[in-house]
């Protein structure tokens, strides 16, 4: 049976030798083998979010992350600011505020990114009501909207109008595949998960804690056991996780770290913004509304109106049956936006490959979509964004 392109926001395609990894025989995971692998894998992830902390690795989803970072570094009671600009912002100012974080929300309009004078008055403001925020929640790459925050100016904001704040960032679908600077910005926990850009099965966390979210974690009080980061950095020094992992992603990690290492970093990001501009152009002409605002588009997942007569189960269906399996919109945005996934082992061609797809799906339902203008833009659109080769040589799923 020929295999879909799964173009969602993760999980993501896994390439041959990732899936392959992931088909091997098990280790002790108290052993020397997996031991090497840990240290392996540490190490190609604090080059990849380009940090010096330690870059904790825990079995769970990007949610159980989001969960460590909240309560390993805030007590109950704790004034914390959330800016959300969707879903997974919401999410994370969900989690905080469960456990017992006194949380301020800055809701920021969906389809829109976070303005920094936005984020040091709301911080501004808390001060003077009395209650600093001893932490800022902030999403990198909102995956419900296909929104990339200025993540570098907020970080640089939160840190003149609120110093002793934590900034605890949700990466999970944006590092990895477009730049991002754990110590540069100033970022104290960075979260992402492994089914992303990093083109691994779900089940993987990855969290880097700086030196002052330790010192926070010392003192917070939230109640934690299994995503106590303190037991999962004393196991990591003797090369074990606290519990047992999920030995068959970690192994799948490690390899598609060697791929990522081989491709390099300025490939990886040109191919990403690539096959945005690609799917941006092709989208448009077809007809189809972006959701986005363009100055932050992001270069990982694109969203976009459902089209006016056409029901999104419908166009779902026949897509899937040609195919291409693209996401709805979730929350409010149920039924009204589609979700284009470009993240991890995706390349221009096969952005041009699905929009010829998606262009037939919109003929039959009857949308005056002119043949071959979807694919011909997305290709020109690639060739412009900069990129040596758009169709660079990826790691090209099987
Ligand atoms: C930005 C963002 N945050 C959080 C999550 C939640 O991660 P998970 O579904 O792995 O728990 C996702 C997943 O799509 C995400 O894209």
Redesign the pocket.
């Known amino acids: 049976m020929s295999e879909s392109q799964l173009r969602i926001?993760?999980p993501t395609p896994l390439p041959d030798a990732v899936r392959q990894a992931g088909a091997r025989q098990m280790v002790n995971h108290r052993g020397p083998e997996f031991k090497e692998l840990l240290g392996r894998v540490s190490t190609g992830l604090r080059s990849a979010f380009r940090t010096q902390n330690e870059v904790l690795i825990l079995t769970c989803?990007?949610?159980?992350g989001?969960e460590a970072a909240a309560v390993n570094h805030l007590s109950p009671g704790d004034p914390v600011l959330s800016v959300s600009i969707g879903v997974?912002g919401d999410?994370f100012a969900k989690v905080a505020t469960r456990y017992g974080a006194d949380v301020t929300k800055l809701d920021v309009e969906w389809g829109k990114a976070a303005e920094a004078f936005a984020v040091t008055t709301a911080l501004d403001r808390m001060a003077a009501d009395g209650r600093p925020a001893k932490a800022v929640l902030l999403?990198h790459?909102?995956?419900s909207t296909g929104v990339t925050n200025p993540l570098a100016d907020l970080a640089a904001a939160v840190h003149a109008a609120a110093p002793d704040a934590l900034l605890l960032v949700?990466g999970?679908?944006g590092l990895g595949a477009v730049p991002f600077e754990t110590d540069a910005w100033g970022l104290d926990v960075v979260v992402t998960?492994s089914?992303?850009s990093w083109m691994v099965p779900?089940g993987l966390a990855m969290v880097s804690v700086s030196p002052r979210a330790w010192a926070a974690a010392e003192k917070a009080t939230m109640p934690r056991f299994y995503f106590d980061l303190k037991a999962h950095r004393d196991s990591a020094e003797k090369g074990e996780t606290p519990w047992t992992p999920a030995v068959g992603v970690c192994f799948a990690l490690d390899v598609a770290l060697g791929l990522i290492e081989a491709e390099g970093w300025p490939s990886i990001f040109a191919r990403h913004a690539a096959c945005g501009a690609a799917t941006r152009a092709g989208l448009s002409a077809m007809g189809i509304t972006l959701f986005a605002d363009p100055a932050h588009a992001s270069n990982t997942v694109t969203s976009a109106l459902v089209p006016e007569g056409i029901e999104w189960s419908a166009m779902s269906k026949e897509l899937r049956s040609r195919g291409l399996v693209l996401a709805g919109g979730q929350g409010s945005l149920t039924g009204k936006l589609f979700r284009v996934g470009h993240l991890g082992a995706v390349s221009v061609d096969e952005i041009v490959a699905a929009m010829a797809i998606l262009e037939g799906v919109l003929r039959d339902l009857g949308r005056p979509v002119e043949a071959g203008a979807g694919p011909a833009a997305a290709l020109a659109a690639a060739r412009r964004s900069g990129a040596a080769d758009p169709a660079v040589a990826v790691p090209t799923p099987a």
Do not use: V
Not at 61 to 64: P, R
């Open positions: 926001p993760g989803s990007g949610t159980g989001l997974f999410r999403t790459n909102e995956t949700d999970i679908s998960g089914q992303k779900p």
